[in-house]
């Protein structure tokens, strides 16, 4: 039987990944294992899911070597895909050495156990903050140079080049996936989207950093799911794919998307602040995993945006 561990499944895209694919693989089995840090909650996994035959859960840090071993030696995994990560900007500035550790050692015990244990894929997901920012015009590819601009950006920078590394040094079968901002359900309240939802709600001031100029592409987080899939299952060994959802907005713009569609108005906005190192640009070029697999978006900015609405006002 195929059983691939899931790593930080109780966050905000490993939640939505598991609630849609254990159910649609019965006949693989899926182990998740989380340490249920403040971004992770069980409850985010539908109860569908968690109450299917095929799912498991393990408590604990990918951190712990011991600890993953002994989840290594109860279940005899086939393959891995590794969503864990300690990966808000702001708390990264704030607790630079959390992000070095649990990012980069927590990701180095499972690339070892990969090679202990004989496993078939190892696929990590990155994000396309390990290549910096970019100027107004032009888009990164998969051959980018990386420039990873805060310490978040760049323990996933490490975490991605170590994951190459062991696949040319050890030979094992890897893929990543780099993907733009992501929204959607289950995301933790202190990222711009679900915050702003919450102010907005309550009639609160929404803290925009800057003026609001700083540009971000936008995929929904399904769609996001969808392509980790088609990667995992159909990719070359050694692939990396950019995954984008051609949906470039400003934050301010953002911001302005939520107030009217939820009916309030501009005065709400107060800009604050910028934070150091503020990358001014993401912008996918997402060909490759277009014309290599066949993927691209879905859900269109409009309809996935006010879908996250109504999640998050339980409408």
Request: some cysteine; charged content about 25%.
């Amino acid at each position: 039987m195929q059983t691939i561990i899931i790593t930080g499944w109780a966050g905000f895209i490993g939640s939505n990944f598991l609630s849609k694919y254990v159910l649609l693989f019965p006949h693989i089995r899926f182990v998740n294992i989380d340490a249920l840090t403040y971004a992770g909650n069980i409850e985010k996994i539908s109860l569908e899911a968690r109450n299917a035959p095929n799912y498991s859960f393990e408590h604990g840090d990918i951190c712990d070597i011991d600890f993953l071993r002994s989840v290594y030696e109860k279940y005899n995994p086939t393959d891995v895909i590794h969503f864990a990560a300690e990966s808000h900007v702001d708390n990264s500035i704030k607790n630079p050495r959390l992000f070095t550790e649990v990012n980069a050692l927590g990701t180095q015990n499972l690339l070892d156990l990969h090679r202990t244990y004989k496993l078939n894929r190892f696929h990590y997901i990155s994000t396309d903050e390990v290549y910096g920012d970019i100027p107004e015009s032009g888009f990164f590819t998969e051959e980018t140079h990386l420039e990873p601009s805060s310490p978040y950006s760049a323990s996933k920078a490490a975490w991605d080049m170590l994951t190459q590394a062991y696949g040319r040094t050890f030979w094992i079968d890897y893929t990543i996936t780099r993907c733009s901002n992501n929204y959607g359900k289950n995301q933790n309240f202190i990222s711009l989207i679900p915050l702003f939802i919450s102010k907005i709600q309550k009639g609160e001031k929404v803290p925009l950093y800057g003026d609001g100029s700083n540009i971000r592409d936008w995929l929904y987080v399904e769609d996001h799911c969808d392509a980790i899939w088609e990667v995992f299952t159909r990719a070359k060994t050694g692939s990396v794919y950019n995954v984008g959802g051609n949906n470039e907005y400003t934050n301010l713009e953002i911001t302005k998307i939520l107030l009217e569609s939820m009916w309030k108005w501009v005065e709400l906005i107060s800009f604050v602040p910028d934070r150091p190192g503020h990358d001014k640009r993401y912008a996918i070029d997402a060909t490759k995993i277009k014309n290599e697999l066949g993927w691209s978006p879905k859900v269109r900015f409009e309809e996935g945006i006010q879908r996250t609405i109504n999640d998050y006002l339980g409408a």
